[in-house]
């Protein structure tokens, strides 16, 4: 089964970019579907982005197009988050999460995703 490990949070102030990585280990990411997701203190985890590891299709939620961009490399077998212009409110701990390639798109539950990594801390100043 794939592991995740995510890196490159911190703290940056409001309008600033900060790029996640979210790196496989055990295994490729070949066959999964990779998601992004959020937990600011007190709130539920929210979807905010995913892509197909074979096609590369991305999905996004509303609150982030336009500003946040999931991409892959695969050489590198990993899966990034570009996050530019941040808000105070994109203050969170961030996710990778994975699942087996197939079922129904796109993937906007928690619940479909079988494997996760720790998390890392952003924190935007205003």
């Known amino acids: 089964q794939v592991q995740l490990q995510e890196s490159g949070g911190g703290l940056v102030q409001a309008g600033g970019s900060l790029r996640l990585s979210c790196a496989a280990s055990?295994?490729?990411?070949?066959?999964?579907?990779v998601g992004w997701f959020r937990q600011p203190p007190g709130k539920d985890r929210e979807f905010i982005a995913h892509?197909?590891?074979?096609?590369?299709?991305?999905y996004y939620a509303d609150s982030v197009k336009g500003r946040f961009t999931i991409s892959k490399d695969n050489a590198k077998n990993t899966v990034y988050l570009q996050m530019n212009s941040l808000k105070p409110e994109d203050a969170a701990v961030y996710y990778c999460?994975?699942?087996?390639?197939?079922?129904?798109?796109?993937?906007?539950?928690?619940?479909?995703?079988?494997?996760w990594g720790q998390g890392t801390q952003v924190t935007v100043s205003s």
């Open positions: 055990r295994r490729s990411f070949s066959g999964y579907d």
């Open positions: 892509i197909t590891w074979s096609a590369g299709t991305t």
């Open positions: 999460a994975a699942d087996y390639s197939g079922g129904v798109y796109p993937k906007r539950h928690a619940a479909e995703y079988d494997y």
